[in-house]
Each structure stands twice: as structure tokens, then as C-alpha cells.
């Protein structure tokens, strides 16, 4: 395993795994055995970066979410787990009643919903301090300085410690970080959204905007994170549920357009070159890249958690890396 140091504050950053792990459907979809099968093989080859969410998985079962929270938390007690192990989660996109379909009906950012959601974070996971607390989608119906000033709060108060954003827009981040430069608050600096080798249309509106979807690492954003180098940038569902190794696996309208072919034609040669899986291709090539990401990788068996642990000891050469970069 390889690490990285995230945050800038030796009080509060933290050195990780550059692989993360995700929860998502731990105590829900994947079960509590396998679930624990994948959290104990992560940590034996040595992970130490988990990611959750408040509202996991509330979509499958109906629900407001917390179920992975609740998991993490058997995990934790049952294993003895300390501060070495980095947790993160998010808040305010927890629906706001039992639900099975996202909707605009969520808790949101005020100060109120992050230190009570916070908190109770905290007692589903079991832990001292939430190492680092996101904030999970925008809320631009409460004033950003009372967002910046909620945040700042709880890590005053020592429940959480780094912060970040996730499925923002880089002029958003900036603004808040802005205001906590200006306060001398702490402010955002781990990242979170969706990012991969094949490119998704950035310009379909969304659910949450007319504009598109704020989700999506697009070229703004890249440049954002390239001109402040002490951000983060974590990638979410960077292998597309399996759409590189499976032909059978539909992206979905945002991948079709006339580069979504080519590139996957390009990795795949890549992966015979190398003997390596594509999926490994793709996160070596995101690990590796000039702004150095850090993906997060879910997985319902140890044997799918084994092919992305892998990827981190790939090195592609600059010829492939050229040849990747390369198709438009």
C-alpha cells in the first residue's frame, strides 16, 4: 500500500491509503459477513481510509439511511479499531423522511442540521472524532456563512476533524473557503466526486441543477484542485459499476458521445499490454496522473476488493499514459 497526507493542520490532517474504501451498501445490499470480509482484507493489505455517508444506503430499503454508519460501528467495536484507522463521512443529503428516490427534501447544511447530524454520526460509528466530515451536496438555501460557521463548530468542539466537500461546484468551494480563509475558520480541503477514465457530459441537468451536474470532476474543477495543491481530490465510483470489464453493462446517457468508445478501446489495450485488468488500468491512471487523485473503490467480494488493491503497485509507462491521454 502506498499513502498520502491530507489537510494542512497537524492538529487534524491525517495520513492515508491512497486506495479508499467504500461502505455504501455495507449492512444493506452486502451483508454484515461479507461486509465485515471486506473491511478486514482492506486493513490487512493496508488500507486505512473508509468512506461513508449519513444517508447510506436509504434507497434500497426505504429508509433515511445510516445503516452503513451502524455497520462501521459493529465493525469498529468488534475489531478494536483505533485512530488509525481514517473515517470519513458525510452529512446533508439525508432525506428528511423514509424514502426510496432522491429528492430535493433533504436535511440540508444549516448549522442546526450539521451539528445534530454530526453527532448523531458519531454514535452510529462509534468513534471519538469524525476524521473527516463533508459536506455531501450543496444547500444553497442557507446563507454559505452559516454553513462555513456550522463546520467550523464542530471541529472547534472536537467532533469532527478535517472537512471537506462532495458533488459541489469549484466556485462554490472557493466561496466557502474564502470565508473560512477570512474568519480564520477551518474550511474545506478534501474534495469528493465522481471521477473516471471514460468522460461523462457535465452539462445534462440534474436533479439539483439546471446547469448540470455539480457531481462530476469536469475541467474547472481539475484546475482548481491544480492551482491549490494542498486540496484533495477523491474520486467516487471511479470504475463505473463494472462497465470496463463487462460489455453487458450500460453507462447511461451521459456516456454517449463520440469519445466514450475510443477511450474505452484505450484502456483496454492498455490492460493487455500491462496483463493487468482495466479496472486497474483506470485507477492506476488516476493515481498516477500530474494532479494525483485518490479513488474510491466499492466492492461486494474480496475477490473484486483484491483486483483494485492491485492497481496500486501498477506503474503505467509514459507511453501508455501518453497513449490514454492521448484519445479526446
Known sequence: MKYRVIGSDPATRREVSVLSLGSMLFGTVTDEATSFALLDRFVEAGGTFIDTSNNYAFFVNGTQGGESEELLGRWIRSRGIGDEITIATKLGARPNAPSKGFSLDVEGLSAKSIRESAERSRERLGVERIHLLYAHIMDEKTPLEETVTGFAEVVADGVAGLLGASNHWAWRIEAARNLARANGLPGYEVLQHHHSYLRQRADVPSL????????????????????????????YSPLLSGAYVRDDKPLGPGFEHAGTQPRLQAVREVAEETGASANQVVLSWLLGGDIPILPLVGAS????????????????????????DGVN
Open 301 to 324: 467480494s474480496v475477490e473484486q476488493l483484491d483486483d483494485s488493491l492491485a492497481a496500486v503497485d501498477l506503474d503505467l509507462t509514459p507511453e501508455q499514459r501518453a497513449k490514454l
Open 208 to 235: 439539483r441543477s439546471p446547469d448540470g451536474n455539480q457531481g462530476l470532476v469536469s475541467a474547472d474543477l481539475l484546475s482548481y484542485v491544480r492551482a491549490n495543491p494542498p486540496l484533495t481530490q477523491v474520486a
